[in-house]
């Protein structure tokens, strides 16, 4: 739930506020006070609205990035939903506080920030190098997660073992790969010059994590929530006549994306909603190239799988868990995912998984959603049949008839089962 300066942090507190207009949100700029730092963000938030059921969708920029890169996105995300961007330490009008910043400590510093300004739960969106500060963010505090959208994230499943398997034995470098990789790295970071200390030092920050596999991040739990990967099939771009490698690079980099892609795919079938999505129409900065497909993640995340909520919510807590939980869907899906065809589709995919009494449950949901509806009555008619309750399949295969006398499906079904009583 989204509340405008909520409860009080000690960590961070607070020190202005400053609105803009951007299209059908209030763009407050928000200064905070970071154990004596100041830290910038600014809270987007629906015009004329104080309160918004949707989670508060959080930015999080790669290296370089800043607060613009995402406005874009935002302008196309629904009306309703609250959104935040803000400058880590050192960037986008936030002062460095002195601390290595390592993910750990960036979320925490985040997270304090938004205590301020947005109660959770959170979806977080990160970019490149806002990829693992985001996925340190959830390992940290899972219980405040609606969903993660990485864009084309800085790859913390990627091993120098995989890298060994999948890149360089294939070039015939398996033995000496690493050692390439890293002169790679050392080049490129000589050709971009030098860099503001607070910069420098989240680059630093994201060479140690790969050098560690990332270790420590894969070392925190993992909340299973909706993630979605957007990833461009153009990176990472080699074309330098110069670079140090005894191999073609074009067929160094067709290795790399692919196993890139591999191990993104890995990391998003690890929880049971994940998605990976490629695109070959963007660069590294797709937020910038294709700001629909980011807000498309960015909608997928905020609006999971409705069989899987009410499945997890039926398991959890029967018909009423059920009931409840399709309530608080309603109040926050389009229309279109809960209406008389989509449930009557939703029913026919849980009795297909052998789940009749799930199937008859949400039926009965939809048919007191629609009590006039013949085929809402014929759809929990066929699910409590398939479920062995043929006395009120018949009942209701008759209500389907009383509300559409044309219903062929039901007629069938009455006969067949009147002409089974008669014989017994």
Same mark, same amino acid.
């Given at each position: 739930m989204?509340?405008?300066? !909520?409860?009080?942090?000690?960590?961070?507190?607070?020190?202005?506020?400053t609105s803009f207009a951007l299209c059908e949100r209030v763009g407050r700029q928000i200064e905070l006070n970071n154990n004596g730092h100041r830290l910038h963000l600014t809270l987007y938030a629906p015009k004329g609205e104080r309160h918004s059921s949707s989670p508060t969708v959080v930015f999080e920029s790669g290296l370089g990035g800043g607060e613009r890169n995402w406005r874009a996105v935002i302008e196309q995300l629904p009306p309703s939903v609250p959104a935040v961007t803000y400058g880590?330490? !050192?960037m986008d009008g936030s002062e460095p506080d002195g601390v290595a910043p390592s993910p750990e400590h960036i979320a925490t510093i985040l997270h304090a920030a938004l205590g301020q300004i947005a109660s959770p739960p959170y979806v977080l969106v990160g970019h490149s190098w806002g990829g693992p500060l985001i996925r340190a963010f959830a390992g940290i505090f899972p219980g405040e997660i609606a969903g993660l959208v990485f864009v084309d994230p800085t790859d913390f499943?990627?091993?120098a073992t995989g890298r060994k398997r999948y890149v360089f034995a294939p070039l015939g470098h398996a033995d000496d790969g690493e050692v390439i990789h890293t002169a790679i790295e050392e080049y490129y970071s000589k050709q971009a010059g030098q860099f503001d200390p607070p910069v420098q030092a989240e680059i630093d920050a994201s060479r140690e994590g790969r050098h560690s596999d990332f270790a420590s991040l894969k070392a925190l739990p993992m909340p299973q929530v909706p993630i979605v990967l957007v990833a461009t099939t153009h990176y990472p771009v080699l074309n330098d006549a110069r670079l140090p490698v005894p191999f073609d690079q074009q067929e160094y980099q067709a290795l790399l994306v692919s196993y890139r892609l591999l191990s993104l795919s890995t990391f998003a079938r690890s929880v049971p909603e994940g998605t990976l999505v490629t695109t070959s129409n963007s660069g590294h900065y797709i937020q910038l190239d294709e700001p629909p497909l980011v807000s498309w993640a960015i909608d997928r995340v905020l609006h999971p799988s409705v069989e899987r909520r009410l499945t997890s919510a039926f398991e959890s807590g029967g018909l009423a868990s059920m009931r409840r939980e399709l309530s608080l869907i309603e109040s926050t899906y389009p229309v279109s995912?809960?209406?008389e065809s989509t449930m009557s589709h939703l029913g026919d995919n849980l009795m297909r998984a052998g789940k009749q009494v799930e199937a008859v449950s949400l039926?009965?949901?939809?048919?007191?959603?629609?009590p006039?509806?013949?085929?809402a009555a014929a759809d929990l008619a066929d699910a409590e049949l398939a479920n062995g309750d043929k006395a009120s399949a018949l009942e209701n295969y008759r209500l389907a008839i009383r509300f559409d006398g044309s219903n062929s499906h039901a007629h069938e079904q009455v006969n067949a089962l009147s002409k089974k009583q008669n014989r017994h």
């Open positions: 989204f509340s405008c300066l !909520g409860r009080s942090v000690t960590a961070v507190a607070l020190l202005a506020i880590r330490p !050192g499943n990627e091993t995912a809960t209406d039926l009965t949901l939809n048919q007191k959603a629609h006039s509806s013949s085929m």
